[in-house]
């Protein structure tokens, strides 16, 4: 098998902003073209935020994923992965939520960084991570598919890493103030504890997923600006979300998150 060629990357873009867009379920990119790689993926990804900027949205952040060894050993990789944040995905605490025409919506649990310096790899550290924060917040990320499950990693990667919304929410805090590791979280859903988990969950420090996306996209000649929302990694399993459900999300000395799911 080889890599896409260009046509075919320009094609897998479109048809992803397509499904986007309209609300439809693709069949998988690695059916499609079973010659895709992480480097297509990533590529491909690249090219539907290019597009959806051109349609006047604009980059926000970013979100880090595959965190935990666990989720890396079963999806083949040795590092996370990363996904574009865009300004129409964010939301605040307490607004409803529509999930019409979403496929597979589940909540993950995260701290959000934001940065008052730049960050450019390589060889940023956790340290340098600290330095350059402004502060942390408390975020959801809603995770989603535009493509057929199950699905392999360049499928993912292709779909802007599963990304579908942010929430931020709860109090935050100067990276400095707090031992970053050791904030925890418990999550409700319709009242009922279904999880709960510690951020250090996340490759040892949230930061750490920070310092390896600056070191990640530096090899692509690309800076983390001031002002960015960065998504560090999960710390609790995806739980799914349906319209009706509300979910709250405690984490605290740092607040809470609320989230009502609607139609």
């Known amino acids: 098998m080889v890599a896409l060629t260009e046509s075919q990357r320009k094609e897998a873009a479109e048809k992803l902003f397509i499904a986007e867009r309209d609300r439809t379920l693709l069949p998988r990119l690695s059916d499609t073209y079973p010659g895709i790689d992480i480097d297509d993926a990533y590529d491909v990804q690249a090219r539907v935020v290019s597009m959806k900027v051109e349609a006047g949205a ?26 574009h944040l865009l300004d129409g995905m964010i939301y605040e605490s307490g607004q409803p939520i529509s999930l019409t025409g979403h496929h597979a919506p589940r909540v993950e649990v995260e701290l959000a960084f934001v940065l008052e310096q730049p960050l450019r790899g390589p060889g940023v550290t956790v340290s340098d991570v600290l330095s350059a924060t402004r502060h942390v917040i408390p975020a959801i990320e809603l995770i989603d598919s535009r493509t057929v499950l199950p699905r392999k990693l360049v499928d993912t990667l292709a779909d802007n890493a599963a990304s579908a919304a942010v929430i931020i ?42 310092a390896w996306l600056a070191n990640r996209l530096g090899l692509r000649d690309v800076s983390l600006k001031p002002g960015e929302l960065l998504l560090g990694g999960s710390f609790t399993r995806p739980i799914a979300a349906s319209a009706g459900d509300v979910f709250h999300i405690d984490y605290g000395p740092l607040g809470s998150i609320a989230i009502p799911f609607i139609n």
């Open 58 to 83: 604009k980059v926000r952040g970013y979100k880090i994923g595959l965190t935990s060894k666990a989720m890396q050993d079963a999806v083949g990789i040795a590092e996370p992965d990363f996904g």
């Open 169 to 210: 929410g709860g109090r935050p805090v100067r990276p400095m103030d707090v031992d970053l590791r050791w904030l925890g979280a418990v999550v409700y859903k319709n009242g009922v504890i279904e999880d709960s988990g510690m951020s250090a969950a996340v490759l040892g420090h949230p930061g750490a997923g920070v």
